[in-house]
């Protein structure tokens, strides 16, 4: 990472801890439907518990939201080999692998009725 790069993550990344992420902050608008995070890749708005079917190419078939609260969010992915739990406070995230590739799970936005997570595979 070039030297100015990581100055300009590192002051964003103070910025948003302090006053919160803009508006526009997300590359592409998050969404709610389900369906379009089938391959693993979107940014999904969740209020609630909900299954979102995967389609397993890198390992895992589905990933549950089972909770939001005020510090994190809390979810189960299910693999073919069994599910493994998961928990991803503000600005974390988690990353699954298996011998298909990587699940990786962020935490873009935690209100006290909804979060943004990102799906990203590899």
């Known amino acids: 990472m070039r030297r100015s790069t990581a100055a300009t993550a ?3 990344a103070l910025a948003l801890g302090v006053l919160g992420p803009p508006a526009t902050a997300l590359a592409q608008p998050p969404g709610s439907d389900v369906g379009a995070c089938l391959d693993g890749n979107c940014t999904l708005r969740v209020t609630g518990p909900v299954d979102i079917p995967l389609d397993g190419r890198a390992g895992p078939i589905g990933l549950s939201v089972s909770s939001i609260g005020p510090f994190a969010v809390a979810f189960w992915v299910h693999r073919p080999s069994g599910n493994g739990l998961g928990v991803v406070g503000p600005s974390g995230s988690v ?5 298909k590739g990587s699940l990786a799970v962020r935490l873009l936005e935690l209100g006290p009725d909804a ?3 990102e799906l ?3």
Do not use: P
């Not at 990353?95 to 011998?99: I, K, L, N, V």
């Open 10 to 12: 590192l002051v964003t």
């Open 95 to 99: 990353r699954f692998t298996s011998d």
């Open 115 to 117: 979060a943004v997570i």
């Open 120 to 122: 990203t595979t590899t």
